[in-house]
């Protein structure tokens, strides 16, 4: 009797966790259809999407943070706030010295994060907050508070026009290229996460940092490499977010950090690292989307929409680290 | 005469107090209408906010946890008393909005302890949810206090009775104080060090780990509460993002005060002291002038540096785990060189 009853159990423990967050994306998808006709639509399908591609490029290049077994990089709003004021800033030498700009920033932001944090074992949640609190501060002195605009830094040689259109440029005239971008980098970090030497060394780096140090893995380097990563697709966020807003300004991004958090770890890359992928951490953010859709469907208003929210990520990682937990694959 | 060693625990040991000291000398000397009644009294008010709410982040951190709710707890608690003041009266509205905050702290709790989700998770979650709550009972809109007689307590808690000591800081003030004898002369109050420091070692004690956790977020939650309850009472007045600002602040003045991410380490009182240091450093450097970015800037600075100079200590203390360098220092390098070679040719001989 009590066998029968522990082996359904892990029936639907084993269910969670190979379908994971996919299994939710399905529910939501059946709900969508239930609630609103309009829910299947293309036009409402892609505004879905659209409305989750900025999120979706932070968290595949955060989830190599979490994967790492660092917790998370609070520092990602100011960095995409940061990158995108120097792309404007630079907007006056052109579009792609704006984008060259914004680049580094997050290359710069990465390297010292990931020199702390990796070589001298700085904790990252304090770590990176204090890092956030020097670039915020920095931005907004360097600026004086103000927003700047593309429009306006750009004028003199036209780039500012073609920055404001790289939110909204559109492939073939359907396809929207911050998806393309997001495809991209989430097919290629697939890739650098299960198929490079350096994933499979993140993956020992995360699960057990000592074990992985002991092997004579370079946990610095490894580590390192992962704040960069990460910095990077916040980088490029950033600037698509300047260009989706049409203005930079410090504030920029917030909230981007903790969202991007519940993404990557609703989407099955657990905090104790080593454990998860890229296929559903773009699982997490299109679950995501598709709540915030379906809820707005079904006329609840923003107020009691991040209630639900709290409560399906306190839920969704609970049930998913208790069926890890019994399927005796996790201690955490 | 003191040796080097001394001088480098000396320093570490007091760290905060140094600091406070050091930035308060600099702030009297060079700042303008900084040393002052007044002055002190608006610095006492605006540091006893975060520094009473810093008690439970603190004793969170102790046990090895982390606790982000704090934030919309401070915002919850002000919005309570207001919205409560007019059918429970003051003294029914603050217990409420304690009560309200020790149950978030006590879902906190459950669900790390019990349930087993990370505190990180957790806290996150019901930092929205609490948010959320927040903004559905007041619709977005800030509280007020109404009616004349209303105002008598307000009038009461921001005027200072002894020297710059409002009632309001000399109650936050003794709340600390009170929790750190608890926490540190008082065999339950030690057992959270225990806790966090050293599982095992409280699970071979007898030490309940899980319910110490729990009441740790209770303290946590209910001591948010009441700094939030407090602060709108003071200006009553209770906006909907009172919070907002404050776990940035209260983060870099526990971490600053020497608590340490992995738990079992640092003191109530000198997380409070820490937020004392940032208020002086903010109030100062508004004195000069200069606008609320630089104090972002400044308080950013600090901690990073907090935080470099801890992980580069530990750094350095790992670099020669595993050493014995009074062997070493026996031999002579020519020997240590002969044993490396030897050691070189048989693992090639292998």
Known sequence: ?332 | MPSQTDVVTFVNRYRILLLLALVFLFMALFAPRFLNMFNMTIIMKSASLNAMAAIGFTIVLICGHLDLSVSSTISLGAVLVIGFRPDLGWSGAIVAAVAAGGVVGLVNGLLVAKARIHSFIVTIGTLTIVQGIIYVYTGGAALNVTGALDFALADFLEDPILLFFPPRVIITILVIVGFEVFFLRTKPGRNFYMVGGNRETAWLAGVKADAYVIWAFIISGCAAALSGALFAIGISSATTDLGVNSLMIIVAATIIGGASMNGGKGQVLYSGIAVLMLTVLFNGLNRFGVGSEFRILASGVILASVVLYEAYSNYKKERIRGQRPELLKELDPQQLKNVASSLKTRKLQE
């Open chain 1, 1 to 332: 009797m009590s066998e029968d009853r522990t082996l359904r159990q892990n029936r639907f423990s084993v269910l969670i966790s190979v379908l994971g967050i996919y299994f939710l994306a399905a529910i939501l998808l059946i709900v969508g259809v239930m609630v609103s006709e309009r829910f299947l639509s293309a036009a409402n399908m892609l505004s879905v999407v659209g409305g989750v591609t900025i999120l979706g490029l932070v968290a595949v290049g955060a989830a190599f943070v979490t994967y790492s077994g660092h917790f998370a990089d609070l520092s990602i709003p100011t960095t995409m706030a940061f990158s995108g004021v120097m792309a404007v800033e630079a907007l006056q030498f052109g579009i792609v010295a704006a984008i060259f700009t914004g680049l580094l920033v997050g290359l710069l932001i990465g390297l010292i994060n990931g020199f702390v944090i990796g070589k001298f074992r700085a904790n990252p949640i304090v770590w990176t907050l204090a890092m956030a609190f020097v670039t915020r501060g920095l931005m907004r002195w360097i600026w004086s508070n103000r927003q700047i605009y593309p429009e306006v830094e750009g004028a003199a040689t036209g780039a500012g026009q073609h920055f404001v259109n790289l939110y909204r440029y559109h492939l073939l005239g359907v396809i929207p290229m911050t998806v393309v971008v997001l495809a991209a980098f989430a097919i290629g970090l697939h890739f650098v996460m299960k198929q490079s030497s350096f994933g499979r060394q993140l993956q020992i780096t995360g699960a057990s940092f000592e074990a992985a140090r002991l092997s004579g893995i370079n946990v610095s380097r490894n580590v390192g490499l992962a704040f960069l990563i990460c910095a990077m697709t916040a980088a490029v966020a950033g600037i698509f977010l300047t260009s989706l807003s049409r203005v930079g300004a410090y504030y920029m991004g917030e909230g981007y950090d903790f969202a991007a958090v519940t993404a990557v770890v609703i989407g099955g890359v657990t905090l104790a690292g080593g454990r998860g992928s890229i296929v559903g951490v773009i699982g997490g953010v299109l679950v995501i989307g598709l709540m915030r859709n379906v809820m707005t469907l079904m006329g609840i208003d923003t107020f009691a929409q991040t209630i639900v929210t709290g409560a399906v990520f306190i839920l969704a990682v609970g049930i998913q680290s208790n069926s890890l937990r019994r399927l005796g694959r996790d201690d955490a």
